[in-house]
């Protein structure tokens, strides 16, 4: 598939993935818009992508409908048609399930899964509308694929975004839109500071404790994937229309048991209604 000259549009495209991911697909001659709600990420990464014609940074809340359609006008205005969605802008918040405030819920659930639903909502009739094919790539992650305690907020919206993706995949494809769960393990990025955006409205945290817990356990960063290892390992999910993108083989087993929990736990031996399943089953395949 011949991506260059098509148009990339990419949230939380000012930071870490999301920037990795734009300068890959610049590397492949796409036209990206990166939607960011940080004026000083926005700022670095258009110093960092060199921006030429080729780029449009946007000041964009993910979680504000109506911005996210003037963002998107305003990416069809200057590159006139959107190719590829990036639903990537995402925010965590951790801790034990029994601390979790609806403030730490709304806001997590509120950015990675609302704002991911206000990307497809948004942008794909625009996608099927232009009739040249596209693709939506949601940044999802390791942590919504294998249990992944003290991270139940993150953990449910992650892996919502990942069961959207999955389900409109078989829908889409035959219309020329490929859908992606891209589920990085850890990679370097500002995604410790996500904090700073957090709404007054959605102050309420029952995480402070843990949080501190967490800071004074120190900084593995060292170990983590770049943003341009990840960049180039989502251009490549997409060249080759992966439906999960995953990046670490260090959780092969993770994933391994997690499916073979699932075999196990279907009532194989349970006599099959012939009828229901040749009636239901291929729905769900
Ligand atoms: P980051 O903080 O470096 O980048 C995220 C960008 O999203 C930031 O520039 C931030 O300003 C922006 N953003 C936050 N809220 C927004 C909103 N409401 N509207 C628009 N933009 C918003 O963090 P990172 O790590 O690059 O995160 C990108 C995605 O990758 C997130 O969805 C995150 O959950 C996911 N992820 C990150 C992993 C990691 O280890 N860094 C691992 C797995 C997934």
């Known amino acids: 598939q011949n991506i260059s ?35 000083d990420h926005i700022a670095e990464a258009v110093a960092e992508l060199q921006g030429g014609d080729d780029v449009l940074a946007l000041k964009l809340d993910v979680t504000d409908r109506e911005a996210f359609a003037r963002a998107a006008d ?10 590829i969605l990036v639903n990537n802008a995402g925010v965590a918040a951790l801790g034990p399930a029994a601390d979790a405030a609806y403030g730490d819920w709304d806001w997590t659930v509120g950015v990675n899964l609302g704002g991911t639903i206000n990307g497809v909502v948004t942008i794909l009739p625009r996608i099927l509308k232009h009739g040249e094919g596209g693709h939506i790539v949601s940044t999802a992650s390791m942590s919504g694929m294998i249990p992944h305690p003290g991270a139940v907020t993150y953990v449910t919206s992650k892996a919502a975004v990942t ?12 219309q020329g839109v490929i859908c992606s769960a891209f589920c990085p393990g850890a990679v370097q990025s500002n995604i410790a500071e996500a904090g ?17 817990a967490r ?25 080759n229309d992966e439906l999960y993108i995953m990046t670490h083989a260090e959780f092969y087993d993770g994933v ?30």
Do not use: C, W
Not at 163 to 174: D, F, K, V, Y
Not at 196 to 211: H, I, L, N, V
Not at 218 to 239: A, N, W
């Open 5 to 39: 000259g098509k148009t990339a549009f990419i949230t939380g495209g000012a930071s870490g993935i999301g920037l990795g991911i734009a300068k890959a697909l610049l590397g492949q001659g796409m036209k990206v818009a990166i939607a960011d709600i940080r004026d």
């Open 74 to 83: 305003e990416t069809e205005a200057k590159f006139g048609k959107i190719h």
């Open 163 to 174: 069961a959207m993706m999955e389900s409109m995949r078989g829908e889409l494809e035959g």
């Open 196 to 212: 700073k955006t957090r709404p007054e409205k959605y102050a309420e945290t029952g995480y402070e404790q843990s949080d501190k």
């Open 215 to 239: 800071q004074s356990a120190g900084d593995f960063s060292h170990l983590f994937m770049t943003k341009e290892e990840v960049g180039e390992r989502v251009l490549e999910g997409i060249l």
């Open 256 to 285: 391994k048991d997690r499916g073979a929990a699932m075999l196990a736990a279907v009532p194989a031996k349970r006599p099959i209604n012939e009828e229901y399943r040749a009636t239901f089953a291929p729905l769900f395949h």
